[in-house]
């Protein structure tokens, strides 16, 4: 997969995806990341990207020429399944939008500043937009980097048998169980007689009922299993 974020701070793209499970991504081709300045595109001069909006109010708003400019540049290189706006009045994110985008081949990410971009971007060139929750951000760099580690850990390949994404919280709708690692005993504190017990199909049930309780009780909100 390959996945492009334009963005007018590509500072804050740089360290995201150069660790762990991300960065091994990375360097087995299963993911590929290009950040690109949209102050590189832009016909105005000093890098302008951003303008007064029409009929006034506070805040500047994203010109349409830089962006349009830039995502036909883009375009010219690479066939996108989907452009996506990160904004706050987009879908909010969850685990099956994450699964849906994980099977995308390329992606472009388009990120919001300031009052956001002008309207005619969204109407012509976005398939879609995605707000990661209700909260306001100064900007979607941080947005596009939890989507592209959201959809980056679960394109195939990516997860060995370990870190596998079937055991998630949110896959299915549940809350992970608790997890325990040694010592089996600490100051007292005990680890649950079943996890040592060594009886696969116990253990799969124990940790079925776990999930089941820790959903009703933290997110009765999500829809039931
Ligand atoms: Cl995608 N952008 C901004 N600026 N704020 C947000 C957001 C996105 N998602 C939640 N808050």
Known sequence: MRIDILTVLPELLEGP???SILKRARERNLLEVHVHQLRAYTPYKHGQVDDTQF??????????????L????LQQQ???????????DGERLNQQIANQLSLKNNLLLLCGHYKGVDERIRQHFITREISI??????????????????????????LNN???ALTDSFQDNLLAPPVYTRPAEYRGWKVPEVLLCGDPKKIDE??????????????PDLPEA
């Open 78 to 88: 690479v066939s996108y399944d989907e452009i996506i706006y990160l904004t706050p």
């Open 70 to 73: 830039a995502i036909e540049s």
């Open 55 to 68: 009929g006034g109010g506070a805040g500047m708003v994203m010109m349409v020429e830089p962006i349009a």
């Open 206 to 219: 124990w940790r079925h009922e776990q999930s089941v309780l820790r959903t009703q009780e933290r997110r």
């Open 17 to 19: 995806f150069s660790h």
């Open 162 to 164: 370990e870190t596998s």
């Open 133 to 158: 929750g209700d909260y306001v951000l100064s900007g979607g760099e941080l947005a596009a980097a939890v989507l592209t580690d959201a959809i980056g850990r679960l394109i195939p390949g990516v």
